[in-house]
């Protein structure tokens, strides 16, 4: 099993914190009240925060994957989905976020600050297969 790297431990630790202290204020949120805005709000701000130079698809994926868990998210319902994706000539592995948000499962990408309707992003891109 593959260890993650300090710096997502600590803001897994401090997002979890976070949303500890917004369902206690605010109520425990279930998925179902995951909304569009937030999920797309997320996506737009984990896309256009500063990073590290050496920041990759795996790292915003995984920044995006503990923010939706803090607003409420069922971690059962959100997780992390490899595809093949072109960028100019060349065809590259590349990570997203898939969460179910208003009742059905759009991609959050680093690439692009739109949701996509999972059913939609996999046409357009091509899912490797489960081992």
């Known amino acids: 099993m593959r260890q993650l790297p300090v710096r997502v431990v600590w803001w897994l630790a401090v997002l979890f914190s976070l949303g500890v202290w917004v369902g206690l204020v605010l109520g425990v949120k279930t998925l ?61 592995f590349h990570q997203v976020v898939v969460a179910r948000v208003d009742g059905r499962e759009v991609v959050l990408d680093s690439l692009t600050p739109a949701l996509w309707p999972l059913t939609t992003y996999l046409h357009a891109h091509r899912p490797l297969p489960r081992r």
């Open 32 to 92: 179902a009240d995951v909304s569009w805005g937030l999920a797309s709000r997320i996506n737009r701000e984990v896309n256009s925060a500063a990073h590290a130079p050496d920041d990759n698809c795996v790292d915003f994926s995984n920044r995006k994957l503990a923010a939706l868990i803090a607003a409420g998210a069922d971690p059962r319902d959100v997780r992390t989905k490899v595809v093949r994706v072109r960028v100019g000539p060349v065809r590259r």
